[in-house]
């Protein structure tokens, strides 16, 4: 089974963006977010009693995703991943009562199994910015954006309780502000990283 990569980070971080980066060098498999062909995210984004059903149905999809990468040669590279959208996005929704107790243990239970047949990721790429630059770059998005910007500093303690958690030698810390588009320095970290693992 092959290495598995993965992006985490607040919305508007620029996870899509260093993902695309690091896609256009040829190391990776690649998976993205697709926000237009989930089902529920549209009906969510305007009645949060949507929540549920957009939960269990990211986390199955990310959980596919992910396990169609792991049977590739090249290492498997995801901006977000099954991961994120449940220490992240799972954990928000219920603080804001967009689940109730019942759905998101329901929700935890699910991720919990899938970890149980998927492996954890090898490499966690934990981005940060300024919340200056994470408003600018969500103000400019064309896409849906489930997380608002008053969300950012919530999703992104609850993410950083998720690394934090983890051994330390799989974490990778980027300030993804002082990059221009095309991630520069931090692509060459991360494939400077993976060529010392």
Known sequence: MNKLIVLVGTSGVGKTTLARALDQTGFFESAFE?????????????????AFANQIDYLLFRADQERQLRTQERPALMDGGLDQDYYGFTRLFHAHGWLTEAEFDLCRRLYTFIRTLL????????????????????AGRERINIASVKDAEMLTHFLNQWVESLPQERILHLDASQEGPAYPTSTNRILSRLELD
């Open 34 to 50: 697709s926000h237009a062909d989930r089902p529920f995210q549209l009906q969510f984004k305007r009645d949060p009693k949507y």
């Open 119 to 138: 492996p954890a990721p090898n490499l966690v790429i934990a981005m940060s910015a300024p919340p200056e630059t994470i408003q600018g770059r969500l």
